[in-house]
């Protein structure tokens, strides 16, 4: 696939999947094989997996919204920055709830394989999740 069309394969990712929470959407763009890695939140494989680490995130922040800033993308791999918002409003990570609504921002690397998402690669900014909950004073 091109560049274009990765970009596009992402973009459907985040909206249908992500925002939309389409189960269908995922299973239509989740390589047989997809895998993921989310740093400190871990590693896994499939989109069984994959849908059920969301729910958990989910549960948190029930309200969550991914809103793309740029995206770069090339025939292989798609770098998409994120402005991601939610209200605490479920356990997270033991926290309960602070029905405080949070801003982060997040970069996602996602690798094209077959015209389907074969991995991704999530980093997010959790300490300034952190501040704006409550949970962590500013350095």
């Given at each position: 696939m ?6 596009a ?17 995922l ?6 094989s ?14 069984e ?29 798609v ?61």
């Amino acid at each position: 696939m091109d560049a274009e069309a990765n970009r596009a394969l992402v973009r459907r990712f985040v909206d249908e999947w992500l925002n939309q929470r389409s189960r269908a959407a995922l299973d239509e763009i989740a390589h047989p094989s997809f895998r993921f890695h989310w740093g400190p939140l871990g590693d896994g494989e499939g989109a069984e997996a994959l849908a059920a680490n969301e729910e958990l995130a989910r549960a948190a922040f029930p309200d969550i919204l991914v809103e793309p800033e740029f995206v770069v993308a090339d025939d292989t791999y798609v770098v998409n920055y994120s402005r991601v918002s939610g209200t605490h409003r479920g356990t997270w990570f033991g926290v309960a709830p602070t029905g405080r609504k949070a801003t982060w921002t997040a970069v996602e690397i996602y690798r094209i394989e077959d015209g389907l998402i074969a991995e991704q690669w999530l980093n997010e900014d959790w300490s300034s999740v952190l501040q704006q909950l409550g949970l962590l004073g500013h350095a």
